[in-house]
């Protein structure tokens, strides 16, 4: 199986602070990743498919880079409602796998 | 718009079989794949496996040989049958639909399913 190692495990940070996730696959996956956002209490949120490509309805301020191993979730402004959960997600490579998660947190 | 709403029991007898079924409404079934995904406390996100509507199946190896998925077209449902549960299947369980990209882009709330006596 792929797996798929992010960090950090959790941050903290405030409203308007530039967030990087990061992702490290244990081999390569070209650009197969998605990303999501998870909240208690709520269904998760698909933000990122295909390493790059912005989910419909989703904020621009979300951003993903990255090919081969290294893969990157970028907010560039921290706003209220993006506290929460984010993990990332390969398909290049049944079964599908999911990372540890970031937990990220209000400073 | 699309929603999906997981059902079944919340608590499980080890050894019995857990079954949940996933409602599926604003779509046609046949627009997609139909994950199965769950988050035991305190571990990591776990892709069950997905069905399609003409109900050819993947699974996750580690779990295929106790794992079971149908899908009843006509009420717009697919299901999950996991046989001799432990306490190790105690998890969140959600369903997903499955895109192209296999990106699961809608997602039910999730439902919290106890292996215990």
């Known amino acids: 199986d792929v797996q798929m190692t992010q960090s950090p495990s959790s941050l903290s940070a405030s409203v308007g602070d530039r967030v990087t996730i990061t992702c490290q696959a244990s081999r390569d996956i070209s650009y197969y990743v998605n990303w999501y956002h998870m909240k208690p209490g709520t269904a998760p949120r698909l933000l990122i498919y295909s390493g790059s490509n912005l989910e419909t309805g989703v904020p621009s301020r979300f951003s993903g880079s990255g090919s081969g191993t290294d893969f990157i979730l970028t907010i560039s402004s921290l706003q209220p409602e993006d506290f929460g959960t984010f993990y990332c997600q390969q398909f290049d490579h049944l079964p599908l796998t999911f990372g540890g998660g970031t937990k990220v947190e209000m400073k | 718009q699309v929603q999906l709403q997981e059902s079944g029991p919340g608590l499980v007898k080890p050894s019995e079989t857990l079954s949940l079924t996933c409602t599926v409404s604003g779509v046609s079934l046949s627009r997609y794949h139909w994950s199965w995904i769950r988050r035991p406390p305190g571990k990591e996100l776990e892709w069950i496996g997905y069905?399609?509507?003409?109900?050819?199946?993947t699974y996750n190896p580690s779990l295929k040989s106790r794992l079971s998925m149908s899908v009843d077209t006509s009420r717009s449902q697919f299901s999950l049958n996991l046989s001799s549960v432990t306490a190790a299947d105690t998890a969140v369980y959600y369903c997903?639909?499955?895109?192209?990209?296999?990106?699961?882009?809608?997602w039910g709330q999730g439902t919290l399913v106890a292996v215990s006596s």
């Open positions: 069905i399609f509507y003409s109900g050819s199946t």
């Open positions: 997903a639909s499955t895109g192209s990209n296999y990106e699961f882009d809608n």
